[in-house]
């Protein structure tokens, strides 16, 4: 059975930069190759931010909703408050047959504030 994920290239999303401790939303529509908006309702929807140098180590994780194809991230500042450096992120969907699909990745270099000295 093919789904609509099935033939995604996930190395797909530009760079994100911002200063540690911003509020930031990262905003994901999800369409198919015909640009129809994926109904993603049903599906759970998961945001991995993961350590660049090492792709085992899950620095936050948000469990997503989504309507009509678009789906959003809420960074809030506590989220990022103590880190900085460069980071991958990663949107995962796991459909009702049981299968994951990494639909999208791409990386966040997140600046540290002045006056913080914690370097990751």
Same mark, same amino acid.
């Given at each position: 059975?093919?789904?609509? +994920?099935?033939?995604?290239?996930?190395?797909?999303?530009?760079?994100?930069? +911002?200063?540690?401790?911003?509020?930031?939303?990262?905003? +994901?529509? !999800?369409?198919?190759?015909?640009?129809?908006? @994926?109904?993603?309702?049903?599906?759970?929807?998961?945001?991995?931010?993961?350590? +660049?140098?090492?792709?085992?180590?899950?620095? @936050?994780?948000?469990?997503?909703?989504?309507?009509? =194809?678009?789906?959003?991230?809420? !960074?809030?500042? &506590?989220?990022?408050?103590?880190?900085?450096?460069?980071?991958? $992120?990663?949107?995962? @969907?796991?459909?009702?047959? =049981?299968?994951?699909?990494?639909?999208? $990745?791409?990386?966040?270099? @997140?600046? &540290?504030?002045?006056?913080?000295?914690?370097?990751?």
């Amino acid at each position: 059975m093919t789904s609509t +994920f099935s033939n995604i290239t996930i190395n797909n999303l530009p760079e994100v930069i +911002f200063i540690a401790g911003s509020y930031k939303e990262l905003a +994901f529509y !999800l369409n198919t190759e015909e640009g129809v908006p @994926i109904d993603v309702t049903y599906f759970d929807i998961e945001w991995n931010l993961r350590s +660049f140098s090492d792709k085992n180590h899950v620095v @936050i994780t948000k469990k997503l909703t989504g309507n009509n =194809g678009y789906c959003v991230v809420y !960074l809030y500042s &506590a989220d990022t408050e103590n880190i900085s450096g460069k980071y991958t $992120q990663t949107l995962k @969907i796991s459909v009702m047959d =049981g299968y994951v699909y990494n639909i999208a $990745q791409g990386t966040i270099n @997140i600046i &540290a504030k002045i006056g913080v000295n914690n370097y990751e």
